[in-house]
C-alpha cells in the first residue's frame, strides 16, 4: 500500500511541474499552450542527446531547464507575442507548433521507443519495506522547486511585478514595469519547469515523440481540478490527480483509472468552473 | 462562400448589377454539376482514382461538420475525430453481427445517432456550464484521446490495435454497398444531401444566430437567444454528421482502427478545413481534396515530412491567411478587379 502511495506522490510530483507551467502562462497571458507536453519531450529529448554525448543523465537532468526555457523564450518572442487577444488562434497555432517540434523530434531522433539507465539505483529501506532511490530523488526535486516556484511568485521583487501586470496591465507598463519582458521571463520559467519534468521522468518511462500528449493531458486533468487562481490550487491538483491515477490503476486497469479522473474532471468544472481550491470570481 | 465570402460576393453582385437571386441560382447551379461531375467519374476513371476520391468525399464531410463548430459558431472542437470513429465503431460493430435482420438501416441510424448523443450530452453539460472557448476545445481534445485508448485497450468489443474487419457489405433490403463503386455512388449522394442540408442550415435563421453567436455572445444573449441552445443543437448536428461521415467510411475502408477516433485524426481534420477555409462549406471540401491528394503524390518519397507540414500549414493559416485558400482566391481575385477597374479607369 505504502508503494502505491509513493507511486502516487512521484507522479503527482512530476504532473505538478507540468502543470504549474501550464497554469502561470494562463494565468499570467491567458494562453494555452498546447505545445505544453512538447517543452516535457525535448527536456527528455535532451537528456537522451547528453546521455549519448557524455554517458550520464546527470548532465541533461541539469542542463535541460536552461536548454527547454531557452527555447520557450525563443518561442514567446517569435509566436506567442503575435497571438496575445486571440486564445483560439493561440491554439491552433501551439498545436501546430506541437506537431512541428515532435515530428522534428522524428525525424532528429527516430520515432522508436528508447529506454535510458535509471542513475540511481539503490533503493531506499525502512522496515520491511523499501522503495527506488531514484523516485525519492524525484520527490525531493518537485518538492524544492516547487518551493522555489511559490517563494518566487509570492515573496519576491518579480511576484509583484507578475501580480500587477495580471490585474492591470496598462496600469503596470504606466508604472514602468517592462511587461513584455515579464510575458517573455514567465513563459520561459514555464517551459522550463515543464523540460525539467520531462528530463527527470525520461529514465522512468518509455521514452517517444508521442508522450508528451499524454502529460499534456494530465497537466490540463490537473489544472481543471486544482484552477489556475492559485499555485497552491495547482499542485493540490496535482496531488489529487497523481493519487487518483496511482490508487484507480492499483484497482483497475489503467486506462479505466484514466476514464475515471477525465470523468471526474468534468463533472467538477460543470460544478466549480474555477477549480476546487480557487475562489469562484 | 457564406459568411465574409457570401457578403463579398453579394457585395460585388450588387456593384455589377446582377440581382442576389441570380447568384444564388448561380451557386445551386454549380452544386448540380458538381455532383453530376461526380457521379460519371467511375465511367472513365482507374478504380485507385475512384476510391481516393471517395475518401476526400468523406473527409470533406467530416471537415464541413467541424466547420459547422468552429467556423460558424465559433468552438474549436481539437478531438472532432471521436465522433467520426464513434460513427464507424458503431456501424463497424453492428454490420459484424451475422444474425440481425436490418443491418444496414440500423448500422446507418445508429452510427449517426450515437455520436450525436454524444455530442448533445457533451455540448448540453459544457456549454450551459458556461465552458467555452479554450476549455472546451481542451476537453473535446481529451475525449479523443480517451476514446482511442479505450478502443486500444477493449479488445473483447473493438478489437484492440488490430481493430474490426470482415463486415458485412452495408445493404438496404436489395440495394447493397459491397462493391467499391457502390460504394462510392452511395458517398457521392449521402455527401450531396448533406452538404444541400449543411447550406440550409447556415442560410437559415439558426444559420444568422450562429454567426452572432459567434461575433459577439454577449450581445446575441442579450437579444434573447440562449447562446448555449444554439451551440448545443449544432454542435449535435455537428456531431452526427462526423458521426455519418465514420459511417461511410467503413465501406470504403472494409477496416475500422482506433486511430480513426484519436488525436492525430482530429488534427487532420483540423488541418483540412483550416487549409480549405473556416466559414465556407466549399473550403472544407477543397482542403480536403487538396491536402489528401497531396498527400497521395506526395507520400511516396516525403511521407515522414508530410505530417511536419501540417504543423507549419496551422501556423501559416494563423499567422498569414486566416481564410486558407479560399481567403487566397479572394485576395487575388480582388487584385486581379483593382488592376481591371484600374486599367479601364485609365482608358
Do not use: C
Request: aromatic residues 12%; hydrophobic residues 60%; proline residues 3%.
Amino acid at each position: 500500500m505504502l508503494t502505491t502511495l509513493l507511486n502516487g506522490v512521484s507522479l503527482a510530483a512530476v504532473l505538478a511541474l507540468v502543470a504549474i507551467g501550464l497554469a502561470i502562462i494562463f494565468g499570467l497571458m491567458r494562453v494555452i499552450n498546447l505545445a505544453h507536453g512538447e517543452m516535457f519531450i525535448l527536456g527528455a529529448y535532451s537528456v537522451v542527446a547528453l546521455h549519448q554525448w557524455t554517458g550520464s543523465v546527470w548532465w541533461g537532468v541539469v542542463l535541460a531547464p536552461f536548454v527547454v526555457g531557452g527555447i520557450g523564450w525563443v518561442i514567446e518572442r517569435t509566436l506567442i507575442r503575435r497571438l496575445y487577444q486571440r486564445p483560439m488562434e493561440t491554439l491552433v497555432a501551439t498545436w501546430g507548433l506541437s506537431i512541428l517540434i515532435r515530428e522534428g523530434l522524428k525525424v532528429f531522433f527516430g520515432g522508436g521507443s528508447r529506454n535510458l539507465p535509471i542513475p540511481i539505483r539503490a533503493r531506499l529501506h525502512f522496515g520491511g519495506f523499501s522503495y527506488p532511490g531514484y523516485r525519492i530523488f524525484l520527490i525531493f526535486v518537485a518538492i524544492v522547486v516547487m518551493a522555489a516556484v511559490l517563494w518566487l511568485f509570492t515573496a519576491t521583487d518579480f511576484a509583484l511585478k507578475v501580480r500587477a501586470v495580471i490585474q492591470r496591465r496598462d496600469m503596470a507598463m504606466a508604472m514602468g514595469i517592462d511587461a513584455a519582458r515579464i510575458d517573455q521571463a514567465v513563459f520561459a520559467l514555464g517551459a522550463a519547469l515543464a523540460g525539467l519534468a520531462g528530463a527527470v521522468m525520461t529514465p522512468l518511462i518509455t521514452l517517444n515523440p508521442e508522450v508528451g500528449l499524454f502529460f499534456l493531458a494530465r497537466s490540463f486533468l490537473v489544472v481543471i481540478v486544482g484552477g489556475v487562481g492559485s499555485l497552491l490550487g495547482t499542485v493540490l491538483g496535482a496531488v489529487i490527480i497523481g493519487l487518483g491515477n496511482a490508487y484507480l490503476s492499483f484497482l483497475t486497469r489503467p486506462v479505466f483509472a484514466e476514464v475515471a479522473l477525465f470523468v471526474f474532471a468534468i463533472l467538477l468544472i460543470r460544478v466549480r468552473p474555477s477549480g476546487l481550491f480557487a475562489r469562484p470570481e | 462562400m457564406a459568411g465574409r465570402g457570401e457578403a463579398a460576393a453579394v457585395r460585388a453582385a450588387r456593384r455589377v448589377g446582377v440581382s442576389i437571386s441570380l447568384l444564388r441560382w448561380a451557386h445551386w447551379g454549380a452544386v448540380v454539376l458538381a455532383a453530376v461531375a461526380l457521379w460519371v467519374v467511375p465511367l472513365f476513371a482507374r478504380s485507385y482514382f475512384i476510391g481516393l476520391l471517395g475518401r476526400f468525399l468523406v473527409f470533406g464531410l467530416a471537415a464541413m461538420s467541424l466547420d459547422l463548430v468552429w467556423g460558424y459558431t465559433g468552438q474549436l472542437s481539437l478531438g472532432h475525430a471521436a465522433f467520426f470513429g464513434l460513427g464507424a465503431y458503431t456501424s463497424g460493430l453492428i454490420l459484424a453481427q451475422t444474425s440481425w435482420p436490418f443491418l444496414g438501416p440500423l448500422a446507418l441510424v445508429l452510427g449517426i445517432l450515437i455520436p450525436a448523443a454524444l455530442g448533445f450530452v457533451m455540448a448540453g453539460t459544457l456549454f450551459y456550464g458556461k465552458v467555452v472557448g479554450a476549455y472546451f476545445a481542451i476537453i473535446t481534445l481529451l475525449v479523443s484521446l480517451i476514446l482511442e485508448q479505450l478502443a486500444i485497450s477493449m479488445l473483447w468489443l473493438t478489437g484492440g490495435i488490430n481493430g474490426l474487419y470482415g463486415m458485412k457489405p452495408l445493404a438496404f433490403g436489395p440495394l447493397s454497398v459491397d462493391t467499391l463503386n457502390e460504394a462510392y455512388y452511395f458517398i457521392v449522394i449521402v455527401s450531396v444531401i448533406a452538404y444541400v442540408l449543411a447550406r440550409l442550415l447556415v442560410e437559415s435563421p439558426l444559420g444568422k444566430a450562429m454567426d452572432a453567436v459567434r461575433v459577439n455572445e454577449k450581445r446575441t444573449a442579450s437579444l434573447g437567444y440562449s447562446t448555449a441552445a444554439v451551440r448545443t443543437v449544432v454542435f449535435t448536428l455537428a456531431a452526427a454528421l462526423a458521426g455519418l461521415a465514420g459511417v461511410l467510411y467503413v465501406p470504403l475502408e472494409a477496416f475500422v482502427y482506433p486511430s480513426q477516433l484519436g488525436v492525430g485524426f482530429s488534427t487532420w481534420i483540423i488541418v483540412w478545413l483550416a487549409i480549405g477555409g473556416r466559414r465556407s462549406l466549399v473550403g472544407a471540401f477543397l482542403g480536403a481534396f487538396i491536402i489528401n491528394y497531396g498527400q497521395s503524390l506526395l507520400s511516396e518519397r516525403l511521407g515522414r515530412y508530410w505530417v511536419l507540414a501540417t504543423g507549419v500549414f496551422l501556423l501559416i493559416v494563423v499567422l498569414v491567411q486566416p481564410d486558407g485558400l479560399l481567403g487566397i482566391i479572394r485576395d487575388v481575385k480582388d487584385r486581379l478587379m483593382r488592376v481591371v477597374r484600374g486599367s479601364r479607369a485609365g482608358a
